[in-house]
């Protein structure tokens, strides 16, 4: 390989030749090059002007970029002419087509930027982006040795011939730097990529995050500052399901649109015995029915019988319509001022940390409660016109993370007025809960001065926790969690996350949390 010097720059000839002839040892080997390659110069463009694309082959960003929008239909060269492929070349292109775009097939979380892009094809942007990701490993490197400096005027006004060639174009770019100069630069690009890359997922949660949202957000400021919040809910642990002990009495009213939820799982959620709100609701139709004859009125009905015969049907451990419980998480928060603070030993403002852990409670709650009619609810409040309009882009920025589950109807999240009280939240058809967030000694969330609001007749108030991050060590204090910034935040929200996991949920351990309900 050739020592690299000093980047030295290209006419269009030249331009033309380093891009077009690097697709001679492209992996696609679908039809419709000149159309494929139109498209990929515009994701090559898009990269160039974001400063990523120095170094970068041509071809890989022609591969990587069908890839994605092919998925398992994308067709590998080497099933097509690697008879005809010269002996020199073959191992280094097979181990491109193998370690690389087979292997990227083989990631779970390139699979799911994949469905992505193929929900929104057209959106090159979308397509630019995902390809930079997967080759930041070679843009780490600098890319390959010896890369030309292009002129972005001169990509700009570059156009794909109808006849496009790659071989030629490879010998003309050969014969202007140098024989071999194409392979050269394949070669060195695969060596510092596979140096580069690290046994993670090629795509991490917080860029999935940005990928499967990203025709919702509206500038690329609110897809960075989604990014950061998905990277902090990341960042947390996974929850261990087997920690989870729901305390909670089985005592609970069930209204109305409860009777329409049916068990799921066929023939294996039913049993022949089971506690009476476990009884199949169909069985109700053998009431007053006479077994032996047609008396309107039988000492012994039908399903006297079937109960007696153990003939009846019940629904299996807790499938049971009548043990499904309905439940509301109200978390209150005010963004301003207080989580607008930069820690100086975190790269992200405190705020983008909380909202982080919000939308993990979410997710956590969602696991532990899978069968149950469960609602999530976030609660931002604001004082002054000017905090509102920050409160509002936060909300839509946490809509847009939560959207999924919002359009279902599990989620809400709207900005509510200075005087929001998390206690008059209680309801007869549902379980509970509240987490009011605290800055320091600043007043909680969703706890205004002043005395409980009165409860109506039957209503049993909320459960509610305060969430203390920062401010002065105090002692125990009854149904708060503390949370302190001084030392590795990662560890305290981690802490917190859990131990207001506990305050719903219920979870072994000492620093689980209470359980009052």
Same mark, same amino acid.
């Given at each position: 390989m050739s020592a690299a010097g000093p980047p030295r720059g290209l006419d269009a000839a030249g331009l033309a030749a380093y891009l077009f002839g690097s697709l001679r040892f492209r992996g696609c080997g679908s039809e419709g090059l000149p159309l494929r390659a139109r498209r990929a110069l515009r994701w090559y463009r898009a990269l160039l002007l974001g400063g990523r694309a120095k170094g970068l082959p041509f071809s890989w960003v022609f591969d990587l970029g069908h890839l994605l929008l092919d998925g398992e239909r994308f067709v590998f060269r080497s099933l097509q002419g690697l008879s005809r492929w010269p002996a020199a070349e073959r191992r280094l292109r097979l181990e491109y087509e193998n370690l690389l775009l087979n292997g990227l097939l083989h990631d779970a979380s390139f699979r799911r930027a994949s469905e992505a892009v193929r929900r929104d094809p057209r959106r090159d942007d979308l397509v630019a982006h995902c390809v930079g990701v997967l080759l930041d490993p070679l843009a780490r490197a600098g890319g390959h040795a010896d890369a030309p400096a292009i002129d972005p005027v001169l990509l700009r006004e570059l156009g794909v011939p109808a006849d496009l060639d790659p071989e030629a174009a490879a010998a003309a770019y050969d014969e202007l730097r140098g024989e071999g100069a194409t392979l050269r630069a394949f070669a060195d690009a695969l060596e510092r990529m596979l140096a580069e890359r690290r046994p993670e997922p090629a795509f991490s949660p917080a860029h999935l995050a940005e990928v499967e949202h990203w025709s919702a957000y509206r500038s690329a400021a609110q897809r960075l500052a989604g990014r950061r919040i998905a990277a902090a809910a990341a960042a947390l642990p996974p929850l261990d399901l087997s920690d989870v002990v729901r305390r909670e009495t089985r005592v609970v009213e069930t209204e109305l649109p409860d009777s329409g939820t049916y068990p799921q799982g066929g023939f294996a959620e039913l049993a022949h015995r089971g506690p009476l709100e476990n009884l199949v609701p169909t069985e109700l139709v053998y009431m007053g029915e006479d077994p032996f004859g047609d008396d309107p009125h039988p000492s012994v009905d039908l399903f006297a019988l079937r109960c007696l015969e153990s003939e009846a049907l019940f629904f299996a451990r807790d499938s049971g319509q009548l043990r499904r419980t309905r439940r509301s998480v109200h978390v209150a928060l005010r963004p301003d001022p207080g989580l607008r603070v930069k820690l100086p030993w975190h790269p992200d403002p405190l705020v983008v940390l909380v909202y982080g852990l919000c939308l993990r409670l979410c997710e956590d709650l969602v696991r532990v409660f899978p069968g149950d009619a469960l609602r999530y609810e976030l609660h931002l409040l604001a004082r002054g016109p000017s905090?509102?309009? @920050?409160? =509002? #882009? =936060?909300?839509? +920025? +946490?809509?847009? %993370?939560? /959207?999924?589950?919002i359009g279902r109807g599990a989620v809400r999240v709207a900005r509510e007025d200075p005087d929001f009280d998390l206690r008059a939240l209680g309801a007869r058809d549902r379980r509970v809960y509240g987490i009011s967030v605290q800055v320091g000694d600043e007043e909680p969330a969703g706890l205004p001065a002043g005395e409980t609001p009165p409860a109506a007749d039957g209503i049993a108030p909320p459960h509610v926790v305060r969430w203390r991050i920062g401010g002065s060590p105090r002692g125990a204090e009854p149904d708060c969690v503390p949370t302190p910034l001084a030392g590795n935040p990662a560890e305290a929200? #981690?802490? #917190? /996350? @859990?131990? %207001?996991?506990g305050a719903v949920v219920g979870l072994a351990g000492p620093s689980a949390g209470s359980r009052r309900r």
């Open positions: 905090a509102a309009a @920050r409160t =509002d #882009a =936060d909300a839509e +920025l +946490l809509s847009v %993370l939560l /959207r999924h589950d929200f #981690a802490a #917190a /996350r @859990r131990a %207001l996991l």
